[in-house]
């Protein structure tokens, strides 16, 4: 007993400490059971990012991606929010307790905070995807005007969702560049702010016009071929946000699963792409911006932009 009785304390202490994370690390699951039954498509697990590792991810940009089981999917929405469709698609993902991560222009948060605080209150992420979301690119902008966006998107998103000033910012540290176009520059110091970057897998041509159903079979069509991945979706689009509750649904019916990403400590899991990989976005970049858009090579990266 003398012996054993220093050591009670201990045990009770990581017992006690153990109880008091249960309710905060299971209570999303516990009421996702309770609000949705075992029909629902809820979240199979989470992935803790640790934004520190200054991760780029995503292969239709970035040689590299979240290290994501076969059928798992990862559900992003960018632009948002916008009054009309991000209601629906909070719904549809409410009536199947999935949760998003989403990728907020900072203008629009500014002028919907209801929306914001509602998106987080639901237990999804409210990322960052700048504040003006400028037509010309972040990359074809000065570095200091790019950071200067970038900022005022994470304060006008965190102020909008209702965390305190003051508090660590961004609130929610994930990063989605407009257009893809990014600039290593800007990668290494959302690095340096503990932001992680993200692309996507796959995606479903939601900012081309075309009915729910297409949208539908397109994705599903993707998602089959590719097996898994981070989805991009855009909520503003109304064919997206007509077409989710049948997304969801048929994510359930052909036995894919939900992963939810989390702000956290890592190593974050990642998988490397293949050999031959290219990017996929630097093409479309290139159509859209023309020969200025295209990213400095990698022997370029050290000259920086204010030089430009
Ligand atoms: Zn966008």
Redesign the pocket.
């Known amino acids: 007993m003398h012996v054993l009785s220093p050591l009670r304390p201990a045990a009770l202490c990581l017992a006690a400490a153990l109880l008091a994370l249960m309710p905060a690390a299971f209570s999303p699951a516990a009421a996702q059971a309770a609000e949705c039954g075992a029909q629902a498509l809820g979240v199979s697990r989470t992935i803790a990012i640790d934004g520190s590792e200054g991760l780029a991810l995503g292969l239709q940009t970035y040689p590299r991606t979240l290290a994501l089981a076969d059928h798992e999917v990862v559900l992003t929405f ?2 948002g929010p916008a009054h009309g469709a991000t209601e629906r698609v909070l719904d549809a993902l409410k009536e199947e307790c999935a949760r998003a991560t989403f ?1 907020l ?1 900072g203008a629009r948060a500014a002028e919907a905070p209801a929306l914001i605080r509602r998106i987080v209150a639901e237990g999804h992420n409210a990322g960052h ?1 700048s504040y003006s ?1 400028p037509a010309r690119t972040l990359r074809l902008m000065s570095e200091d005007a790019a950071q200067a966006d970038i900022e005022k998107g994470f304060h006008a998103v965190d102020a909008a969702a209702g965390f305190p000033a003051g508090a660590p910012s961004p609130h929610f540290p994930f990063f ?1 560049f ?2 893809f176009a990014d600039t290593p520059e800007l990668v290494r110091w959302l690095g340096e702010r503990n932001v992680t970057v993200f692309g996507a897998d796959l995606w479903a041509s939601d900012w081309q016009e075309m009915t729910p159903r297409a949208e539908l079979e397109l994705v599903m069509s993707r998602l089959q071929a590719a097996g898994k991945g981070v989805i991009l979706f ?1 909520d503003p689009r109304p064919s997206t946000a007509a077409m989710m509750p049948d997304f969801l649904r048929e994510l359930k019916a052909r036995g894919f699963r939900l992963v939810h990403i989390v702000p956290g400590e890592g190593p974050t899991p990642i998988v490397h792409a293949k050999p031959g990989w290219t990017s996929a976005t630097e093409g479309i970049i290139a159509k859209t911006l023309g020969p200025k858009g295209l990213r400095s090579e990698p022997q370029e990266e050290g000259r920086g932009v204010k030089s430009r």
């Open positions: 960018d632009d990728f222009v995807h979301h989605r407009p257009g855009h």
